[in-house]
């Protein structure tokens, strides 16, 4: 298990990458969609949507995201700190260990596929996504320039 990004929950994607960029000194890839068949959180079951960029300075990356939705996805009036990103071999067997030392479960993301690509979990106010290996070659490719997108999910539906 290995952070490999932090990232803040916006309410305007393009003013955040133009006010962070310059605070940090780093340059943000566009702006792009994120699309999920399923988002299961304990209030609420149904699709996802996120718009999202990434710092192209790393690792340790910076992510933006602008999403809007129930639960830890509901829009913020500011800017705020969302989560921790980690990878691991297995997300769903990281998440069990990581509720075995006290982290709750919050959500899962449920692909197309019928994958399970990222869960979500947190202690007190710290939230981690953990996001299974199988999908670091197609973000790290977008990161790097060698795709468009980053990751299957990712076309406006």
């Given at each position: 298990m290995k952070i490999f990004h932090a990232a803040l929950h916006v309410p305007d994607l393009e003013a955040a990458?133009?006010?962070?960029?310059?605070?940090?000194?780093l340059d943000f890839l566009p702006p792009v969609t994120r699309?999920?068949?399923?988002?299961?959180?304990?209030?609420?079951?149904?699709?996802?949507?996120?718009r999202i960029s990434y710092s192209r300075q790393g690792?340790?990356?910076i992510e933006l995201l602008e999403s809007t939705g129930p639960g830890m996805?509901?829009?913020?009036?500011?800017?705020?700190?969302h989560h921790f990103g980690i990878w691991a071999e297995d997300a769903l067997q990281e998440a069990r260990k990581m509720e075995a030392?006290?982290?709750?479960?919050?959500?899962t993301i449920h692909a197309d596929d019928g994958?399970?690509?990222?869960?979500?979990?947190?202690?007190?106010?710290?939230?981690?996504?953990?996001?299974d290996e199988s999908r670091r070659p197609a973000l790290m490719d977008w990161i790097d320039g060698r795709?468009?997108?980053p990751g299957p999910e990712s076309p406006d539906k």
């Open positions: 990458i133009e006010s962070y960029g310059h605070i940090m000194q699309n999920y068949a399923r988002l299961q959180q304990k209030e609420h079951d149904g699709v996802f949507k996120a690792p340790f990356y996805w509901s829009a913020p009036a500011l800017d705020r700190f030392s006290g982290f709750e479960w919050e959500a994958s399970t690509p990222v869960v979500f979990v947190r202690r007190s106010d710290v939230r981690v996504e953990i996001i795709a468009d997108r």
